[in-house]
């Protein structure tokens, strides 16, 4: 199993670019959910999904789409990039159940100038 | 907002040495999780322990909770280099008895464990 798979590790925008980050994981987890990790703020939930069809806004949504049309896959859009946006993004799964742990994939780094 | 905050910031000890961080929290939790990112990659969970639980061991780990205090320390026994990474806490404050993934994560302790 490949686990929790995100591409592209690295990207540069300019401002107002749009451009979508992937996520697909292989393990059959129903949750998924995107996180931004910046200097000294931990990680910030920005959407998370609870299977196909069904997403939900975690603490930093604005600015950020999200679809889950699959149960492998969780895109994340940023329809008109912003400086703010510079982060690492990281997706992550976990299984249906009480109390489980996340899966995390290796990161992509945006810069957005 | 942040639910956690760990201290120390930053811990630099030597091969060999036990490595306490401690994470402190604001609302009540379902559980309490650890997880370990080494520098530029994703973060790998490394324990969790329930609200009813005051202790629990996997290896070299041992986690503490204190709901009473919201606190929880991780303790790292006979430290190696390969240890060295940031650690990070993360509450599941889910009142309905699922997580779905929405954790709140702390800041984070970077450890340097040198040889």
Redesign the interface.
């Known amino acids: 199993n490949a686990g929790?798979t995100q591409t592209p590790k690295f990207q540069v925008l300019k401002t107002g670019q749009s451009m979508t980050l992937q996520c697909a994981q292989d393990m059959n987890h129903e949750?998924?959910?995107w996180?931004r990790q910046d200097p000294?703020?931990?990680?910030?939930?920005i959407h998370?999904s609870?299977g196909a069809g069904i997403t939900d806004q975690?603490?930093v949504p604005n600015g950020y789409n999200v679809s889950r049309s699959t149960t492998e896959d969780f895109p994340l859009r940023l329809l008109s990039a912003a400086p703010s946006q510079t982060s690492v993004y990281?997706c992550?799964?976990?299984r249906?159940?009480?109390?489980?742990?996340?899966?995390?994939?290796?990161?992509t780094q945006l810069s957005v100038l | 907002?942040?639910q956690?905050e760990e201290d120390p910031q930053a811990l630099s000890i030597q091969e060999g040495e036990n490595a306490t961080m401690n994470c402190s929290y604001k609302t009540s939790i379902?559980?309490l999780?650890w997880?370990r990112q080494n520098s530029?990659?994703?973060?790998?969970?490394l324990i969790?322990i329930?609200s009813n639980e005051r202790e629990k061991h996997s290896g070299r780990l041992r986690v503490t909770l204190d709901t009473s205090k919201k606190s929880s320390s991780l303790l790292i026994t006979a430290s190696r280099a390969a240890d060295t990474a940031s650690y990070?806490c993360?509450t599941?404050a889910y009142a309905g008895?699922?997580?779905?993934?929405?954790?709140?994560?702390?800041?984070?302790t970077i450890l340097t464990v040198h040889p």
Do not use: P
């Open positions: 929790v949750y998924m959910s996180y000294g703020m931990g990680l910030r939930l998370y609870v975690g603490e990281f992550a799964s976990n249906r159940g009480a109390q489980e742990k996340l899966f995390f994939g290796s990161g | 907002s942040q956690g379902n559980n999780q997880y530029g990659r994703g973060l790998v969970h969790l329930r990070f993360a599941d008895g699922t997580s779905y993934g929405k954790l709140t994560f702390g800041q984070g």
